[in-house]
């Protein structure tokens, strides 16, 4: 079957139905004072009056979201939408050109707001008692600046360096079986990883982790700290492992590499969003790809994006 055979992926009046249905399942929601249900439609296609006396203003669905003020058709966006969470390795801005017969500028314009909506807030602590989190770093892409060494009084690393120290940082928490949170930090020292940690899982939770000095101390936080070594070639003892964490970093990598091959630094935050997002709504907990990409929708609410200048 044609992935784009309903009619939301071809027409504009059912996709701002579909849009409607998802963003406002309780009635038309003003975007100026928040009064829900109490709206009435104007000669405009798709556009509504606030009937509360101090507001009369006009809105749409797509004021405050990501789609605001877009000139890109809405079916256009809901394939989008659909493509980005349906591809397990995302999927590139050139891609989506083709696929879509939309301009590259166009397709490129759409997924970063997409990333965007997927970027989650307001978040509760991962984990819990009796649950297991694991925390794992690891590196992806050279750093746009050269990091500088305290021991060579500030100027950068030698060219050659080994290690990951031109490389850009990526702190990951997996809870088993359930949700990822990901971090791109400036440096991967126990000061930021431990802050990371420390704020955003549940402190009744059990914290697996490799050998890593980074994580020395965890146990003062947690219910329990258990590591595996993995220098010594051990990856498994009983249930203790990263192996969750890891997985994820390969999903990630073989996307980046593969699908991607270039982002920019100070882009990467909304890349671990997208891959975050998709793994938190992935099949395994219950999720379909159209359960997903409505998710997608209705998290792009409050959510305006503009850059200013060329890109």
Same mark, same amino acid.
């Given at each position: 079957?044609?992935?784009?055979?309903?009619?939301? =992926?071809?027409?504009?009046? %059912?996709?701002?139905?579909?849009?409607?249905? &998802?963003?406002?399942?309780?009635?038309?929601?003003?975007?100026?004072?928040?009064? $829900?249900?109490?709206?009435?439609?104007?000669?405009?296609?798709?556009?509504?009056?606030?009937? @509360?006396?101090?507001?009369?203003?006009?809105?749409?669905?797509?004021? #405050?979201?990501?789609?605001?003020? *877009?000139? $890109?058709?809405?079916?256009?966006?809901?394939?989008?939408?659909?493509?980005?969470?349906? /591809?397990?390795?995302?999927?590139?801005?050139?891609?989506?050109?083709?696929?879509?017969?939309?301009?590259?500028?166009?397709?490129?314009?759409?997924?970063?707001?997409?990333?965007?909506?997927? @970027?989650?807030?307001?978040?509760?602590?991962?984990?819990?008692?009796?649950?297991?989190?694991?925390?794992?770093?690891?590196? =992806?892409?050279?750093?746009?600046?050269?990091? &500088?060494?305290?021991?060579?009084?500030?100027?950068?690393?030698?060219?050659?360096?080994?290690?990951?120290?031109?490389?850009?940082?990526?702190?990951?928490?997996?809870?088993?079986?359930?949700? &990822?949170? /990901?971090?791109?930090?400036?440096?991967?020292?126990?000061? #930021?990883?431990?802050?990371?940690?420390?704020? #955003? $899982? %549940?402190?009744?939770?059990?914290?697996?982790?490799?050998?890593?000095?980074?994580?020395?101390?965890?146990?003062?936080?947690?219910?329990?700290?258990?590591?595996?070594?993995?220098?010594?070639?051990?990856?498994?003892?009983?249930?203790?492992?990263? #192996?969750?964490?890891?997985?994820? =970093? *390969?999903?990630?990598?073989?996307?980046?590499?593969?699908?991607?091959?270039?982002?920019?630094?100070?882009?990467?935050?909304?890349?671990?969003?997208?891959?975050?997002?998709?793994?938190?709504?992935? $099949?395994?907990?219950?999720?379909?790809?159209?359960?997903?990409?409505?998710?997608?929708?209705?998290?792009?609410?409050?959510?305006?994006?503009?850059?200013?200048?060329?890109?």
């Amino acid at each position: 079957m044609d992935r784009f055979s309903e009619t939301r =992926f071809h027409d504009d009046v %059912a996709a701002r139905d579909y849009l409607e249905a &998802v963003l406002w399942p309780d009635g038309p929601v003003c975007a100026h004072c928040g009064v $829900i249900g109490h709206a009435y439609k104007t000669k405009r296609p798709g556009v509504f009056r606030c009937a @509360e006396p101090k507001c009369r203003k006009d809105f749409s669905v797509t004021m #405050n979201t990501v789609m605001e003020r *877009s000139k $890109i058709a809405l079916h256009k966006w809901m394939q989008a939408f659909h493509l980005m969470c349906s /591809s397990k390795k995302g999927i590139s801005a050139h891609q989506m050109h083709r696929t879509m017969d939309i301009t590259y500028e166009a397709a490129w314009f759409m997924a970063m707001r997409i990333r965007k909506a997927m @970027e989650a807030g307001g978040l509760s602590p991962l984990g819990g008692e009796g649950k297991i989190v694991e925390a794992d770093e690891t590196y =992806f892409g050279p750093t746009e600046k050269p990091r &500088v060494s305290k021991q060579r009084k500030g100027r950068p690393y030698k060219v050659g360096s080994r290690g990951p120290r031109d490389k850009r940082p990526i702190v990951s928490l997996v809870e088993r079986g359930g949700n &990822v949170r /990901s971090f791109h930090v400036a440096v991967a020292d126990k000061v #930021n990883v431990q802050a990371i940690v420390a704020a #955003n $899982i %549940a402190k009744e939770s059990r914290l697996h982790t490799d050998e890593s000095r980074l994580y020395t101390g965890a146990d003062t936080y947690f219910a329990s700290h258990e590591t595996v070594k993995h220098s010594a070639k051990e990856y498994v003892r009983g249930d203790v492992h990263t #192996n969750s964490a890891e997985g994820y =970093f *390969s999903i990630f990598k073989r996307g980046m590499k593969g699908t991607y091959q270039f982002c920019k630094e100070k882009h990467l935050h909304r890349y671990l969003a997208e891959f975050d997002f998709r793994y938190n709504h992935r $099949i395994a907990l219950g999720f379909s790809d159209g359960e997903r990409a409505a998710l997608a929708v209705k998290a792009s609410a409050g959510k305006r994006l503009t850059y200013r200048g060329s890109h």
